[in-house]
């Protein structure tokens, strides 16, 4: 089994930066990817950024993610980050991270993000 954990989430103004952070562990093999969604009171979840394993690390970004978040990760540490500046109330959501290992994926609990305007 393999745990995530989301942290880094908070109440910033509009116009701010937070990072998040998802560090993995447990029975870890090989991760092909790991991502971050996000979801909104009364939306459906949806997808922020993914980064995925090998390949230089090539990433992927929702069309409101381009320009101001910026997905990383230290594969040494099981960790992805997410860095999001220039934040927008809309940003407002609980954010969750998404590890994929081999055929499997596994979910955090998710971290708040606020953004007050």
């Known amino acids: 089994q393999v745990q995530v954990v989301e942290s880094g989430g908070g109440l910033v103004q509009a116009g701010g930066s937070l990072r998040l952070s998802c560090a993995a562990s447990?029975?870890?093999?090989?991760?092909?990817?790991m991502a971050w969604y996000r979801q909104a009171p009364g939306k459906q979840r949806e997808l922020v950024a993914v980064i995925i394993s090998g390949g230089g690390g090539t990433t992927t970004y929702a069309d409101f993610a381009k320009g101001r978040f910026t997905i990383s990760r230290d594969s040494a540490k099981n960790t992805a980050y997410l860095q999001m500046n220039d934040l927008k109330p809309e940003d407002t959501a609980v954010y969750y991270c998404?590890?994929?290992?081999?055929?499997?994926?596994?979910w955090g609990r998710g971290t708040q993000v606020t953004v007050s305007s």
């Open positions: 447990g029975a870890i093999v090989l991760i092909n990817s």
């Open positions: 998404n590890v994929v290992q081999i055929t499997k994926d596994y």
